[in-house]
């Protein structure tokens, strides 16, 4: 187990971290000093030298490295990365329920829900950590950054196991909400079954015909409004992209999907079209504790545009 950071967690995210390997026996001197090793090893990734200069690398005992430091093996070094600009992801997240374990939140569209690529800052764990005072703050489940609605997060490592063991096993009762089209002549309610399969590095999930299905989704009509139909969506499953797939599937594409049936190339920072889709129910047995939970989303469909503020955030180093 590596040792204890000696840096604090910044704007929700822990330090890098890195660590010397053994010298090369055949290129001994391969790195005479640490700045040597550290601009190899980040190429160009960072400024190193900068950040040498600023003394923003620290050994285990939270000592700044000097880019003449010698090179020595198994050295744990921690950093922060500079944060690039992103552009500030507009609505509120609304703290549902919050307890010793659990926080219940309900996040609006585009808002990412960990960090990841271009969406760091403009997360829900990130945004989170520091308002709550969380930092061990984690998602128990997945939920896209263009879907809206709840997601169940963990305060501290401690208690992800018992919760993330219940959505395995599917003891968590799931219940989404979509605005698509109306079909006079589809037959509701139905339940879509089917073997969906998505690539790494592919924005798109796809149908495998014939394939052992792996995908289950029971779909129902709620109610009408505007012309469009408001459906209830009970998933047995949780592949990638499910509810957006077989509703596209049934010829009735969630209303502002980017990707079903056509892709469409959105800005990162339009905000205009929010996906019509809700995560609007969570139910279960508290695997700690016995008693059961039960959480609603405080949106409702169709959800109204987002406005941008125009400005980018960029937490300073």
């Not at 992103?86 to 919050?98: D, F, L, N, S, T």
Request: charged residues 30%; aromatic residues 6%; positive net charge.
């Amino acid at each position: 187990m590596p040792p204890r950071s000696p840096l604090p967690a910044r704007h929700g995210l822990a330090p890098a971290r890195l660590c010397t390997p053994p010298r090369d026996r055949t290129v001994p001197d391969a790195w005479p000093t640490m700045g040597a090793w550290l601009r190899d090893r980040l190429r160009a990734d960072v400024d190193v030298t900068a950040m040498l200069a600023e003394r923003r690398f620290v050994d285990e005992d939270g000592r700044a490295l000097r880019d003449d430091d010698p090179y020595t093996p198994a050295r744990h070094v921690w950093f922060h990365r500079d944060l690039r600009d992103e552009p500030v992801v507009p609505g509120a997240i609304h703290v549902v329920h919050r307890d010793e374990r659990l926080v219940v939140v309900d996040k609006p569209p585009f808002l990412s829900t960990i960090p990841r690529g271009r969406h760091v800052v403009q997360s829900v764990v990130v945004r989170l950590r520091a308002e709550l005072g969380l930092p061990e703050l984690s998602p128990l489940h997945r939920l896209d950054r263009i879907t809206s609605g709840l997601l169940l997060l963990a305060t501290e490592q401690r208690w992800r196991g018992a919760y993330q063991t219940a959505f395995e096993r599917r003891a968590v009762d799931k219940t989404y909400r979509a605005l698509a089209p109306l079909r006079a002549d589809l037959e509701l309610p139905t339940t879509v079954r089917n073997h969906l399969h998505k690539e790494r590095g592919t924005p798109c999930a796809q149908v495998v015909p014939g394939a052992p299905p792996n995908a289950e989704t029971r779909v129902e009509l709620e109610r009408e409004v505007d012309g469009r139909g408001v459906y209830r969506l009970t998933p047995r499953t949780g592949r990638t992209h499910q509810l957006r797939l077989h509703l596209a599937g049934l010829g009735i594409p969630i209303v502002g999907d980017p990707l079903y049936p056509v892709v469409r190339d959105v800005a990162v920072d339009d905000f205009r079209d929010p996906l019509q889709l809700l995560a609007a129910e969570l139910a279960f047995t508290d695997p700690v504790d016995g008693r059961r939970r039960e959480f609603r989303s405080v949106r409702e469909l169709p959800l109204a545009a987002q406005v941008a503020s125009g400005s980018s955030e960029r937490r300073a180093p």
